[in-house]
Structures are given as structure tokens and as C-alpha cells.
């Protein structure tokens, strides 16, 4: 007889899910949507950091929240600013009229975690990390290029949240629910209409889809936030895809370890490091973001063994700048995060004030390239509208040719020649 899950199961005992998985299939007992909304008991936590300004903050703007209680990602979920005039308590919220009028024509929701809010408070409205998630005006204006899904993933979609681009490698949307609501997220059409965690039938077809197609040697998990979904259905979810033969990696797409670090328990960790190999790419946008905070919970997932590489969405008055670019990968190279990606910011509708011309991205690439270590410097690309795929860009460093000779360009602007004769 098949074990059942257990329904009030705590996230500090043995995962069930094991036996299960030996089978490839997933169990249709477990169906039960998980809504983070609903308050649910808050659990103790293992994690322990409260860095300073985050202590000042809670004592501020939540008094009657114990240790404990900040510490629990749950509370944290279940007490995130979803409401303007709260958050108003926090920052200065321009025009929060016009602000409630936008929530309710574009509806791309409010979502902040008290300890993000926490790094806000520190550096007011206008700050850069404050931009990416509080809401604004200019969301309401639609530009040329702009559609809800650029990148056409609803079209590579052979099943439901699916989406099949590349020959060897499917990103599987494992929920529609966000710690978190970037003001420029790609996936906004996704969230906007989900919101919530899909339940664990949901992804049934996916997997299935997965175990048909020997050609699929990587699946990256990503959403929504496959880490706001409970221990006892990620690892549902990550040992279904294990237990498929030809699956090589994993990996988790993921901004909980920024915004939401107390997510990272040891518990999570260990179930997690079952899997390997295993990477995760966070998204990670500025260099006020990396926080003792941050730096615990990325330690516990390097000391795992996860292999860990960063996306950073390149926007305006936030990140774009050599220097800004320059500290943050840095920053993540010192706590064992492997830059990866820096992304031009893709024009899902209202985005427009986030976006650099391209120039910009090329330009912080020249002033990385050369200057710090290369393990520092991620690829820029464009992920192409309509659904091209992700193309990398580089600054003019090969200059044509000469005879016999390619010309190339140093970091210092330099030409050298290079004997390369035609055959
Ligand atoms: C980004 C992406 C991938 C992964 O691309 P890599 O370059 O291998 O990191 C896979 N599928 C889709 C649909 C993607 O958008």
C-alpha cells in the first residue's frame, strides 16, 4: 500500500516523500493546495542572524514579533506588506492614490517581506532596491515592444508550465506565488493571474512530459519561487525529477536567499543536498541586498554542496553602473556565488523606465572584464522577444581581420595582432 503524506507534518521531520519517488510517479494523494496566505502555525526556526538595522526595524515596526517569530519564514510570508497604506508606514509611498488605482488596473500585486522591507527603511523610497519593488506611476505606461509574455513561453509550453526552448534543458514554472513582486518581472503575466502555489498535482504532466523525452539532461525549477513551497512538496518535486534516469541537473531559479534568507533552514538544506547535483541561480539585483542575513543563508548552501550562480536583471537608476555592477559581483564572488547571468531588462508592459540601451550593459561589461577576477564577470544577454532564446553580448573585442592576422582589442583598449592564417 502506497504511504500517504502526512497532512500536519513538520518541516523538521523526516521527509516521506522518499518512498515514493522510487515509483516516478507522483502521488495523487498529496493533491492539497498549499495557500501561503492562510496563517498557519508559526514553527521554531533554526535560522538565528538579525543583523543590526533589521533588529532596529523590528522593534520599530513590529514590537509584538518575537525573535522567533522573524526568524520563521512563515511569518515572514503571512506578514508581508501586501497593502499600500502599510507599507506607507515604512517608506515615503508617493501618491498613494494613484497607486491603489494602479493595483487595481494592472494588479501585478504588492509583495514585500518585512526583513526586505527592513533594508528599505534603511535607505528611504528613492533608494535603488526600494524601485524594484514598490510600486510606481510609471508602471502605467506602455511602450512600444512591450507585451505581457516577450518572451512567448506560453507558446513553448507542451504541457502546462513547461516551457521547452532549448534541445537539452526545460524550465519547469513549479507555482504562481512570489515572496516577493519584482516591479519588472518577466514572468508578471504568471503571477498576475496565479498568485498561489498550483498544489503538487499540478505538476504531474510536467514530470511526465520530463520522463518521456531522454533528450532533457537539465531541468531548472523556477516560478514563481519553488523555495516558498514547503519542504514536503519541493522535495516531492526534486526527487520525482532525480528519479528520471537521463535527468543529469537540477536546478532552482530563486530570489528567496535574498529577500527571504530565513527560508534557508538546515532542514531544507539537508533534504536539498539529497539531490545532487544541484544548482541554484538567484536573482540578485544590488549590492545593499548582500546582509549577514544573505551571507548565512548562502554559506549553508555552498557548505551543501549546491552549486550556486546569480541573474541580475540589468535596470535603470538601480544597477547600472560599472562601479554598482563591479561591488555586486564582488560581493557575491566573496560569499561563494558564481556570477552567471546579467540580463537586459525584458519589456513585459510598463517596464519602460526600467531599461538601459543596450550600449549601457556593454559598457559594464568592458569596465569588468580585465579589471576584476574573471570568475566575477557574468554574461550579458538579451533574451530575445518572441522567444529566441538568451543571446549573449560582448563588447567589440575582436576587430576584424588583417592578412593572416586577427585583430583584437585588450581590456586597456589596446590592439594586438594574432597569427591566424587562412587555411
Ligand atoms: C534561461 C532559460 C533556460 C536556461 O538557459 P541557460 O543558458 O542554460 O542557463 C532554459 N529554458 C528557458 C526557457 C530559459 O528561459
Redesign the pocket.
Known amino acids: 500500500m502506497k504511504k500517504e503524506l502526512k497532512e500536519n507534518q513538520n518541516d523538521s521531520d523526516p521527509p516521506s516523500a522518499i518512498e515514493e519517488h522510487k515509483e516516478e510517479t507522483i502521488p495523487l494523494t498529496t493533491v492539497a493546495e498549499e495557500k501561503p496566505f492562510v496563517k498557519s502555525e508559526i514553527k521554531t526556526s533554526d535560522f538565528n542572524i538579525i543583523s543590526k538595522e533589521t533588529e532596529d526595524f523590528r522593534a520599530r515596526f513590529f514590537p509584538q514579533a518575537s525573535e522567533k517569530q522573524w526568524n520563521s519564514w512563515r511569518w515572514q510570508i503571512q506578514n508581508s506588506y501586501t497593502q499600500f497604506n502599510k507599507l506607507s508606514e515604512v517608506i515615503d509611498v508617493k501618491n498613494i492614490d494613484d497607486l491603489a488605482f494602479l493595483s487595481k488596473s494592472r494588479k501585478l500585486p504588492l509583495r514585500i517581506t518585512p526583513y526586505y522591507a527592513s533594508l528599505l527603511d534603511k535607505q528611504g523610497s528613492d533608494s535603488p532596491i526600494a524601485k524594484t519593488v514598490v510600486p510606481s506611476k510609471l508602471e502605467l505606461i506602455v511602450s512600444e515592444g512591450e507585451e505581457s509574455d516577450p ?1 512567448h ?1 506560453d507558446s ?1 509550453c507542451p504541457v502546462p508550465n513547461l ?4 534541445p537539452d ?3 519547469l514554472l513549479s507555482t504562481g506565488f512570489c515572496s516577493v513582486y519584482c516591479r519588472y518581472c518577466t514572468r508578471s503575466h504568471m503571477v498576475l493571474k496565479d498568485k498561489k502555489h498550483f498544489g503538487t498535482k499540478a505538476w504531474s504532466d510536467s514530470i511526465d512530459y520530463i520522463r518521456n523525452n531522454p533528450e532533457v539532461r ?1 531541468v ?1 525549477i ?1 516560478g514563481g519561487d519553488p523555495l516558498t513551497i514547503n519542504d514536503k512538496h519541493l522535495e516531492l518535486l526534486v526527487s520525482s525529477i532525480r528519479a528520471i534516469p537521463h535527468v543529469e541537473i537540477i ?1 532552482i ?1 530563486t530570489k528567496v536567499p535574498i529577500v527571504l534568507p530565513q527560508r534557508i533552514t538546515k532542514n531544507l538544506v539537508k533534504m536539498l543536498k539529497k539531490y545532487h547535483p544541484l544548482y541554484l ?1 538567484i536573482h540578485v539585483t544590488h549590492p545593499d541586498e548582500i546582509t549577514p542575513e544573505v551571507a548565512e543563508a548562502v554559506t549553508r548552501l555552498a557548505d551543501a554542496g549546491i552549486v550556486l ?1 546569480s541573474q541580475t536583471v540589468l535596470l535603470k537608476g538601480v544597477n547600472d553602473s560599472v562601479e554598482v555592477m563591479k561591488e555586486l559581483m564582488l560581493k557575491l564572488l566573496k560569499i561563494r556565488i558564481r556570477p ?2 546579467i540580463y537586459q531588462c525584458d519589456p513585459i508592459p510598463g517596464s519602460s523606465h526600467f531599461r538601459t540601451p543596450v550600449s549601457k550593459g556593454l559598457e559594464i561589461i568592458q569596465g569588468l572584464r580585465g579589471f576584476i577576477s574573471g570568475y566575477a564577470i557574468p ?1 550579458y ?1 538579451i ?1 530575445a522577444p518572441g ?1 529566441g ?2 543571446i549573449p553580448l560582448l563588447p567589440e573585442y575582436y576587430q576584424g581581420r588583417e592578412g593572416d592576422y586577427v585583430l583584437i582589442k585588450n581590456f586597456e583598449g589596446k590592439q594586438y595582432k594574432y597569427y591566424d592564417p587562412i587555411l
Not at 516551457?163 to 532549448?166: E, L
Open positions: 518572451l513561453e513553448m516551457v521547452h526552448r532549448y534543458r526545460t524550465l537539465d531548472i523556477s536546478r531559479g541561480s550562480g552567471y547571468y554574461h544577454v533574451d522567444g532564446g538568451k
